[in-house]
C-alpha cells in the first residue's frame, strides 16, 4: 500500500496561490493515478482533482478548473496541486490519494490509500 504525507498548506487572503504537495512512499505509484480531495467542516469530501499515472490525463472539479493545476513527477514520486486566485469557499482540509487503477477516477471509493491532509484556510 503507498503511504502519501501532503504538505504546503496553510492561511492565505482571498487571490493568493497556494502549492500543495504529496510524497509518496512505494514501488506501484507511477502504475497509480493520483488525486486530490478536500473536505469542510460539515460537508462531504469532496473531489477537486486527478491525474492519470503516466500523467498525460487530467480531469478538475468544475469549481477549480482554470484556477488549480495537478501535476506529478513519477522520477520522484510527488503529485502536487497548484492552487492560484483562492477564495473563501477553497477552505477545507485537502487530502491526497492513490488510485486502485492506472487511468483517471473522480469516484472517492476507488482510491485505496489516503494521506492525513493538510489544512487550507483563505480569509475574505
Known amino acids: 500500500q503507498v503511504q502519501l504525507v501532503e504538505s504546503g498548506g496553510g492561511l492565505v487572503q482571498a487571490g493568493a496561490s497556494l502549492r500543495l504537495s504529496c510524497a509518496a512512499s512505494?514501488?506501484?505509484?507511477?502504475?497509480?493515478?493520483m488525486g486530490w480531495f478536500r473536505q469542510a467542516p460539515g460537508k462531504e469530501r469532496e473531489f477537486v482533482a486527478t491525474?492519470?499515472?503516466?500523467?498525460?490525463?487530467?480531469v478538475y472539479a468544475d469549481s477549480v478548473r482554470g484556477r488549480f493545476t495537478i501535476s506529478r513527477d513519477n522520477a520522484k514520486n510527488t503529485v502536487n496541486l497548484q492552487m492560484n486566485s483562492l477564495k473563501p469557499e477553497d477552505t477545507a482540509n485537502y487530502y491526497c490519494?492513490?488510485?486502485?487503477?492506472?487511468?483517471?477516477?473522480?469516484?472517492?471509493?476507488?482510491?485505496?490509500?489516503w494521506g492525513q491532509g493538510t489544512q487550507v484556510t483563505v480569509s475574505s
Open positions: 512505494g514501488t506501484t505509484f507511477s502504475r497509480s493515478a
Open positions: 491525474i492519470s499515472g503516466g500523467g498525460y490525463s487530467t
Open positions: 490519494a492513490a488510485s486502485k487503477y492506472l487511468s483517471i477516477t473522480t469516484v472517492v471509493d476507488e482510491y485505496a490509500s
